[in-house]
């Protein structure tokens, strides 16, 4: 029995345990967070009063207030049995960083709880570590965590203890963007200016605040730990780089809103529950397409929450999925030949007075606000789709886009039948009229009234209006929502400034509904190219694409240039989002990051090919050798009838075993000569050495390894095998 069996025998014997009866959600939602309605209970209305300007208006509380709060929160916080506390950031790195303290503190020998209002807003962790792109040297080792008050603290449980994590942004000495978060409240502050703005156009005075809200849909795998621990592919890079295919893979299209197996319902139902102890508003749960893979989805939340809530979200899982020894993979493309994971990020825009700016209405070509709305969006993906597209621009997202999961590179906007006609209805001139028969009132409070049959849902779109909101389909898996967050509220609060320009300006010559339907009229021709209603996956639409003079940039490096363009720069300096030198940080921090995450798979793979398959390959080829000989010799002795053509084929057996090794370690070879040429190159010129030579000499690499383990007998194989991997939980 090798390796792998013992696995699959261990497997086996699983055992499920059985959690007591799931509770009433609504008693325990939120309980480990230091929520708004408990701090009302512990803090005094005046200080509370101080602290909604701040939330509402920028105006920061005293010193006094911050101490009367920090207590407060140590206060609850140690009650609920917490003995450290963290301010809780996201650095560039795309995931979650926490510096632990105390709340112990000595007076007079004495041991005493104590936490005031200056370590509770700022904290100041060492930054040397994190990447900054340029943006410090690296003996500038200060940086600062600051409170952002708009997302609560919460509690994170371990086994033997709790911890009280603060959300904070990071910043350096000098004041620059060091994570994901600041640049996403920054946006968010401009999308509010101008939709305002844009607002008091339509004689919408009272709104004083608009918000982005998002509900990103996360995909994932799970697969048992054990197989995890024999791949080290998965252990380091988080996909498999060698795989044969299994014969069944998802061709039957069984898996997707089928029965949930046993023990993934328990994974379930366990990831909801701490879910809803830290406000997570999970309300979604189902089987995806491939074998193993699975997906959760939240209500829609204001986005610096979303944000915040999807990083805490796939910490739990990952967390989770252990204690029931099993592995969450968050990688977009885990497993070749099936589909990879994404992670689909609704958006909308909501004012202060609950009013959704992306609601058609119930007739949409007479509502005059929706339609501007409608085109500047148009207008913001059509002159910066390039933006979009450097905004889920990385190494995992690579494997995805333009596979038959996901949209490919092209970014266009699908807005279904109904909203094409009317947009188009207009370009000429007319107006069509929408009889009400066509509503449907779906009779709940917090839905919109939509047309019937207003949009389709386009699953092969990148960006989709799927009913008062547009769905952002392109994001991986494993990626921070911040930054895609960020750009698309930074672009769309500058074409909204933008219309809202150029309706005032025609506004003084004309009346006002002409003014509006000129600048729509204007904008639906503008932007008509954007607008693709078919199939995205289909060969034809790259052909129409590029007859558009639509982008379709399949590398990672290429698509981060956006980032460098002086007119971007400048979009995002005039919204107070980014600075030019903060632009140009996370460009470099981006490439690095590519760079660095191919290094590590190349080196990996040719660990996996010089440890693993070559090893296994030579094994059977000497397993065979020593067959036939005994063969032979029994032939030669005449204790065997001659049989040339059974002979004949085990020597050409043999041959294609050794074939298939000497072209596996002739390219894996060659592949260590292209990391070392590698070693003298820095940024976009190893990002692109990385893509146009590297990854197909990595695919070569994996096609001879695959077709090694389709034929070498299994028991000489290790690694587990998709087959097992994908169907044996």
Known sequence: MNIRHSVLKAIDGVKLVKDNQPKKVSKYFGINTFSHDEMVKRVSKKTMESFALWLNEGKTISAKEADEIADAMKNWATDKGATFYAHWFQPMTGLTAEKHDTFCSLKNGKMMEKFSGSKLI???????????????????????????????????????????????????????????????????????????????LFK??????????????QEYFLIDKHYYKLRQDLALTGRTLIGAPSPKGQQLEDQYFGSIKERAMNFMYEVCEEAYKVGIPVSTRHNEVAPHQY????????????????????????????????????HEKPFAGINGSGKHLNWSMADDQGNNLLNPGQTP??????LAVLVAILHAVYHHSDLLRASIAFAGNEHRLGA???????????????????????????KQKVSKQDIIDLGVGKLPKVNKDATDRNRTSPFAFTGAKFEFRALGSSQNISTPIMILNTVIANSLAYVTGQIEKLAKTKDFETAVMTVVTNLVKDTKKIRFEGNNYAAEWVTEAEKRGLPNIAATFEAL?????????????????????????????????????????????????????????????SHLAKILGQLTDLKEKGSLAADDGAFTDLQSHLTEITNKIYYVRKNTLAMGKLLEKAKGLDGEDRAELYFEELKPLMEHIRKHCDDLETVIADEHWDLPKYREMLFIM
């Open 122 to 200: 700022l904290g100041e962790p060492d930054a040397s570590s994190f990447p900054s792109g340029g943006i410090r040297s690296t003996f500038e080792a200060r940086g600062y965590t600051a409170w952002d008050p708009s997302s609560p603290a919460f509690l994170i449980e371990s086994e033997l203890g709790k911890t009280l994590c603060i959300p904070c942004i990071f910043v350096s000495y000098h004041g620059y963007a060091l994570d994901k978060k600041l640049p996403l409240l920054k946006s968010d502050e401009a999308i509010s200016r101008a939709a305002v703005n844009f607002l008091k």
């Open 204 to 217: 919408n005075k009272n709104v004083k605040k608009v918000v982005s809200t998002c509900g990103p849909e």
């Open 295 to 330: 997906e959760f989805a939240p209500i829609f939340e204001e986005s610096n929450l979303a944000a915040d809530h999807n990083q805490m979200l796939m910490e739990i899982m990952r967390k989770v999925a252990l204690r029931h020894d099993l592995v969450c993979l968050l």
């Open 365 to 370: 070509q007479e509502n005059l606000q929706f």
């Open 404 to 430: 038959n999961e996901a949209p490919p590179a092209i970014v266009s906007v699908f807005l279904g039948e109904q909203l094409t006609q009317i947009l188009d209805t207009i370009e000429k001139g007319a």
């Open 561 to 621: 240039k956006a980032l460098l363009k002086k007119d971007n720069i400048a979009i995002f300096e005039r919204q107070g989002v980014l600075s030019k030198d903060e632009m140009i940080s996370r460009y470099h921090i981006w490439v690095e990051m590519y760079n660095t995450i191919l290094t590590i798979e190349a080196n990996t793979l040719m660990e996996m090919v010089n440890a693993n398959v070559v090893p296994a390959g030579f094994n059977y080829l």
